[in-house]
């Protein structure tokens, strides 16, 4: 299959933005970026099902789409790797606001982590801090900014709050 044949099936799918957050393969691979900051921790069916919470909160924070979806364009620009191009929706990854390459001491906080495409991860941030993204301008920075305001008010929210002090017990 070609990219192009791969976005056209994406966009003709109502739900390709929702349907891999909807199982429990995103919280199965949250842990392996969260241990370190939760070391000590057992993640029972307790523990999966408040990160399943967090994983619905952080991509509500996310406007229910990749972090760096933007609007306008025919076609997505959000897209799978080669491999996962006979699928009709987004397969989201996890992906470091702060590069794991640039601050590794940061990189394993549940706060630097968001819902990528493998477009976005791969070729649009690639290493770099989500800051160092703002230089594009136009829609993308616009993204990042947006979706960064709304994670910041997710981040002091006390239902956020609670979910954490609920996870570390």
């Known amino acids: 299959m070609k990219l192009i044949e791969h976005r056209k099936i994406i966009n003709e799918n109502p739900k390709a ?3 891999d957050v909807k199982g ?18 057992r993640f029972d069916s307790k523990k999966k099902n408040i990160l399943k919470e967090i994983v619905l909160l952080l991509f509500e924070a996310q406007e229910h789409r990749p972090f760096f979806h933007v609007e306008g364009t025919e076609l997505p620009l ?3 790797r ?16 702060l590069s794991q390459n ?22 649009i941030q ?3 801090n989500i800051q160092e993204l703002m230089v594009y301008g136009g829609l993308l920075a616009q993204r990042i900014s ?24």
């Open 82 to 97: 080669p491999s996962d191009w006979n699928i009709d929706y987004i397969k989201y990854e996890w992906g470091h606001l």
């Open 78 to 80: 959000c897209w799978n």
């Open 102 to 123: 640039q601050r590794p001491e940061k990189s394993s906080s549940i706060e630097n982590i968001g819902l990528y495409s493998a477009r976005c991860n791969q070729h």
């Open 24 to 41: 429990d393969r995103l919280v199965k691979s949250i842990i392996n970026h969260i241990r370190e900051d939760f070391s000590g921790v």
């Open 17 to 19: 933005y929702e349907t």
């Open 126 to 128: 690639s290493s770099m």
């Open 146 to 169: 947006n979706v960064l305001t709304n994670r910041r008010i997710l981040f002091e929210s006390d239902k956020w709050k609670e979910l954490l002090e609920e996870l570390k017990k």
